[in-house]
C-alpha cells in the first residue's frame, strides 16, 4: 500500500478531492458507525434499527442509512409483502470499513487514562 504525501499547503480543494476526507467523515458522524455496528450483527429492517440506536429520530436514520448505501458500505433489499419489508445488511466493503473504525476504538480504550490526563491538564 503507498501513501500520497500532503503537499503544503493544503488547499479546500485538495481537501475535498482526498478520498479520505469524506470517509473520516463517515467516521466522525454521529450515527454511522453506531448503524454499521448493529448491522454487524446481521440484516436488520428499518424498524428494528429505529429500536437499536437511541436518541436517533427516524429522518436522521433514513439520511444515514442513505448515504451509508451510497457509499456501498451497506445494501438495501426491498422484500415483497404487505407492507413490504425493507432489509439493511452490511457489504463486504462495510465489513473491511469496520476494520479500522474497531481498532481507532481499541486504540481508545487503550488509551483512555492517558487521554484524560491530557485533557485534565488542557482545562
Known sequence: MSTAAITVPVT????????????????????????LSVLEGGPRGFN???RSVEGLSRRMLTRTLRALEEDGLLSRTVRPGVP??????????GRS????VRAVG?????????????????R
Not at 482526498?18 to 458522524?29: E, I, K, N, S
Not at 470499513?97 to 479500522?100: I, S
Open 84 to 93: 413490504p419489508r425493507v432489509d439493511y445488511a452490511l457489504t463486504e466493503l
Open 106 to 122: 481499541l486504540w481508545a480504550l487503550a488509551h483512555q487514562s492517558e487521554l484524560e490526563a491530557a485533557r485534565a491538564r488542557g
Open 12 to 35: 479546500v480543494d485538495d481537501h475535498e478531492e482526498c478520498p479520505a476526507t469524506r470517509m473520516l467523515r463517515r467516521v466522525g458522524d454521529k450515527w454511522s458507525v453506531l448503524i
Open 97 to 100: 470499513f469496520l476494520e479500522p
Open 48 to 50: 428494528e434499527l429505529d
